[in-house]
């Protein structure tokens, strides 16, 4: 079956513009994370959303950052006012009920370049 | 100190042989463990789930120790395929996942 997907793949942007990035999570996958990887760099959990519910919002980086999900299924995250250092891979992971119901599954992710 | 940690390597392994490496992890309290492997540029995919009796899939091994709160992986019979790095995951609250920063395996021939 399908996988997560996201779009864009890759997004360059000038810095101080507003990016949405999206992700489609495996159907019936009730939770969805976001994460954020720059290069040689490890995962860092931004946010998780149990349907439509974000009840873990700890990893956002600043209130430039922001998620929502709606229908239970596909989320946006959206970064105003972008800077340099928000380049990085940005990457969505869905699973059934929770992280803990065997493990979840990656996008491809979205590349940011922000000049 | 980090909730989870992985030595980064790289592991250098010659075709065939045999390679293990160790995650440990903080929280006491964790009960889902994971193993993923990472290709360079690519995102993670979930290699195996890691149970408490210990399993096995194929030429890897997983096996989570409790008592010194560690998870390990062991890859058997190496092929140049599985040069990748390699992510432990753990569960924290509410299931949430605490990745480590990988472990980088390289295989020679």
């Known amino acids: 079956g399908a996988g997560v997907s996201q779009s864009p793949s890759n997004k360059v942007t000038e810095k101080g513009k507003d990016v949405e990035l999206r992700c489609d999570p495996i159907s019936g996958h009730t939770a969805l994370y976001w994460y954020r990887q720059s290069l040689g760099q490890g995962l860092e959990f931004l946010i998780y959303?149990?349907?439509?519910?974000?009840?873990?919002k700890s990893g956002l980086p600043s209130d430039r950052f922001s998620a929502e999900r709606t229908g239970g299924s596909v989320s946006t995250l959206t970064i105003q006012r972008t800077q340099q250092e928000d380049s990085a891979v940005y990457l969505c992971a869905s699973s059934g009920a929770g992280a803990s119901m065997g493990g979840q599954y990656f996008g491809p992710g979205t590349r940011l370049l922000v000049l | 100190r980090k909730e989870v940690e992985q030595d980064p390597g790289p592991f250098n392994v010659p075709e065939g042989a045999t390679v293990a490496f160790n995650c440990t992890y903080s929280?006491?309290?964790?009960?889902?463990f994971f193993w993923y492997r990472q290709d360079c540029r690519k995102e993670p995919k979930l290699l195996m789930s890691v149970y408490s009796s210990g399993n096995e899939d194929g030429r890897f091994t997983a096996q989570l120790n409790r008592a010194s709160q560690y998870i390990s992986l062991l890859i058997r019979d190496s092929k140049l395929s599985d040069s990748a790095t390699y992510l432990c995951a753990v569960t924290s609250s509410w299931g949430k996942l605490q990745f480590g920063a990988g472990t980088q395996v390289v295989v020679t021939p």
């Open positions: 929280n006491s309290a964790s009960q889902s």
């Open positions: 959303f149990q349907g439509n519910s974000a009840p873990d």
